[in-house]
C-alpha cells in the first residue's frame, strides 16, 4: 500500500526565520514532487520577516499555506497545527534545515504499511559542508551511537493514536510552557512503535559554548519532563530511568547493523563524555542562571538557544 490515496499536512513550525524559512520551504518542495501534500508554516509570535517571505512564496506554490499565530511558542504553533489538520498523517519540521529529497514519502509509507506503528523520524546529521572546524566538532560530539528515537527536526506521525492519548490525559496536546516539546511526543510512543528512517535531515550545529548551554537546558528540560508527567499520571514506566551505560553499549552493539558505523559513533561518545567532564562547571553555571524548574519556563529557550542557525 503507498501514500497515494492518503491524506498529508507537512508542519512547518517557525520563530523568526527569516533567514532560513525560504530555502527549507523551497527544499521540501522541490524534493517531493512524487507525493500530494498541503505545507503550511505556522509562524508562532514572529517580529521578522517570516510571514511575509511564506506569503510571497504561496503565488509560487499552490500548497503552500503561511498561518500567522500571535503567541510565540513551540508547543502553542504545534497544538494549532495538530487541531486544524485532521488528515491521517502528520509531518512537523523545523524551520531551519534540509532534509533528503523523498522523505515525505519514505516517513508516510513507512507509517501506512505498517498500521501498528504510531511515528516516524529522519535522522539528524549535521551539514556536511560550510561549518567552521568547532560546530563541526560539535556536530560529531552529538551524533548518536544508534538513534532509536524522534527527532524534532524532522518526523511525522499518524493521528488517530495520539488522538486518543490526548482524550485519555484529557490534555489538548503538548503543554503549554513545555521546553521539551518534542522529547513529549516521544516519550508519548511506546517502546517499537517508532520507525526511524534512512532519510536524513540535515541543520547546522552550535559552538563549544552553545553546546554547554545545550546540556544544561536539557538538564532543566528533563526535570521539568517529569514533574508534568507526574501531574497529568502518564503512564512511562521507565521513562526517566537512566539505563548502565555497559549495558546500554551491549544492547546497541548487538543489534547495530553496521558494526563500522558503530564504532565511529562510539569514539563521539566518547569525545562527549570527555567535554562534559571539562565543561562540568561551566554547564552548572548555566543550568543554575535557568532559576528554578517551574511548569512553563518558555523563557528558558530564549536564554539556551543556538544563536549559529538565526
Excluded at 69 to 77: D, Q, R, S, V, Y
Excluded at 216 to 236: G, S, Y
Excluded at 284 to 290: C, D, K, Q
Aim: charged share 25%; proline share 3%; net charge neutral.
Amino acid at each position: 500500500m503507498s501514500t497515494s490515496n492518503q491524506t498529508i499536512t507537512v508542519c512547518i513550525l517557525a520563530y523568526n526565520e527569516q533567514t532560513h524559512i525560504e530555502n527549507s520551504i523551497k527544499n521540501i518542495i522541490e524534493g517531493n514532487k512524487d507525493i500530494k501534500y498541503s505545507l503550511k508554516v505556522y509562524a508562532n509570535g514572529c517580529t521578522d520577516n517570516t510571514v511575509q517571505i511564506v506569503k510571497n512564496l504561496e503565488k509560487i506554490y499552490p500548497n503552500l499555506e503561511a498561518k500567522e499565530l500571535n503567541t510565540a511558542g513551540k508547543p502553542n504553533a504545534w497544538n494549532t497545527a495538530f487541531a486544524e489538520n485532521k488528515t491521517d498523517i502528520l509531518m512537523f519540521s523545523d524551520a531551519d534545515i534540509i532534509v533528503e529529497a523523498g522523505s515525505i514519502k519514505t516517513l508516510s509509507d513507512s507509517l501506512v504499511n505498517n498500521k501498528e506503528m504510531m511515528a516516524s523520524t529522519a535522522q539528524y546529521t549535521p551539514f556536511e559542508n560550510g561549518l567552521s572546524f568547532q560546530k563541526k566538532f560539535t556536530g560529531f560530539m552529538q551524533l548518536p551511537i544508534e538513534q532509536e528515537y524522534l527527532t524534532g527536526h524532522f518526523y511525522a506521525i499518524r493521528r488517530a493514536p495520539f488522538d486518543e492519548i490526548f482524550k485519555k490525559y484529557n490534555i489538548d496536546g503538548i503543554p503549554k510552557g513545555l521546553v521539551g516539546e518534542d522529547y513529549f511526543i516521544d516519550l508519548l510512543i511506546p517502546e517499537g512503535k517508532l520507525v526511524v528512517t534512512d532519510k536524513k535531515c540535515f541543520y547546522e550545529p552550535g559552538t563549544i559554548e552553545e553546546y554547554a548551554k545545550y546540556f544544561a537546558r536539557i538538564r532543566w528540560q528533563n526535570q521539568q519532563m517529569q514533574n508534568v508527567f507526574e501531574k497529568l499520571n502518564i503512564d512511562c514506566e521507565g521513562c526517566f530511568v537512566r539505563k548502565n551505560t555497559f549495558i546500554l553499549l551491549k544492547e546497541k552493539w548487538g543489534h547495530s547493523r553496521n558494526r563500522l558505523i558503530y564504532l565511529s559513533r562510539l569514539i563521539s561518545a566518547v569525545f562527549r563524555h570527555i567535554f562534559l567532564f571539562l565543561y562540568k562547571n561551566r554547564i552548572n553555571t548555566f543550568y543554575e542562571a535557568l532559576g528554578p524548574v517551574i511548569e512553563k519556563g518558555n523563557h528558558i529557550l530564549r536564554e539556551t538557544r543556538s544563536d549559529s542557525t538565526k
